[in-house]
């Protein structure tokens, strides 16, 4: 499915949109500005398919009781990558000026400032999810050891957006976007696999141990190609630049 909308967007963009947008000077949109607009819109359907694959599979092989419960488990999780949204509605724009102005040394101090910053506020989060994140399951009436431990394993997995920093973002901003979605896609492959092979034996454990590894893995690719391609070092690790 995430393909076949894949495709369309494809069809969209280059045979109907590239034709009619005119810039300020009159001339076509040139293709290299089409093509990132098609990543961007293929990165933000992506994400979706991304972060609420096991929710969907769960659903999918009839497993209702698991699906509501690990959708509480989602809604909680989210408490901790708050601090990484709130950091972006201001990185971006100041991202997009020093790759503009080809500030690399400046870009690379806010990428490792920001990521420190919000790796700091998410564990204050997680702190916080630790200490309530119990007394949440038992409103709904499904707290128990197991599913506290699994709700800590699902919320500590948003910690990896700022161990690697702002990795997506510095790709978008830096005209290196194809490289984000290439991570993505190759990691919506292997998590569907994952999802197909072990969600209708394991159920919620499946779900929640598939989209801790997945947020990993794809921390991790993302910021191998940051580094790959910008040379940008590990923010969480002190160095004289």
């Not at 950091?87 to 724009?93: A, E, G, K, R, V």
């Amino acid at each position: 499915l995430f393909f076949i909308v894949l495709f369309g967007l494809y069809i969209v963009m280059y045979q109907t949109i590239r034709k009619k947008i005119v810039l300020a000077d009159s001339s076509p949109a040139k293709e290299k500005w089409v093509s990132q607009c098609f990543f961007f819109m293929c990165i933000m359907l992506g994400y979706t398919f991304f972060s609420k694959m096991e929710l969907l599979f769960l659903g999918y092989y009839a497993k209702n009781e698991d699906a509501a419960r690990y959708q509480l488990l989602l809604r909680i999780a989210d408490l901790v990558i708050l601090p990484d949204f709130l950091f972006n509605y201001y990185l971006p724009q100041k991202f997009s000026h020093y790759f503009a102005e080809k500030n690399y040394a400046d870009s690379h101090q806010l990428f490792r400032n920001a990521a420190r910053a919000v790796f700091l506020l998410q564990v204050i989060c997680l702190m916080g999810v630790a200490a309530i994140g119990y007394f949440y399951l038992q409103s709904f009436k499904i707290a128990s050891p197991s599913m506290y431990v699994l709700l800590l394993i699902l919320c500590s997995s948003q910690l990896f957006y700022s161990l690697f920093g702002s990795t997506n973002l510095v790709l978008m901003t830096s005209g290196n976007e194809k490289y984000s979605f290439m991570a993505l896609g190759m990691v919506l492959i292997v998590e569907a696999i994952a999802n197909i092979l072990f969600i209708p034996t394991y159920g919620l454990s499946a779900a929640v141990y598939i989209s801790w590894g997945s947020v990993l893995v794809y921390t991790t690719i993302l910021y191998i190609f940051v580094h790959k391609r910008l040379k940008f070092s590990s923010p969480l690790i002190s160095s004289r630049n």
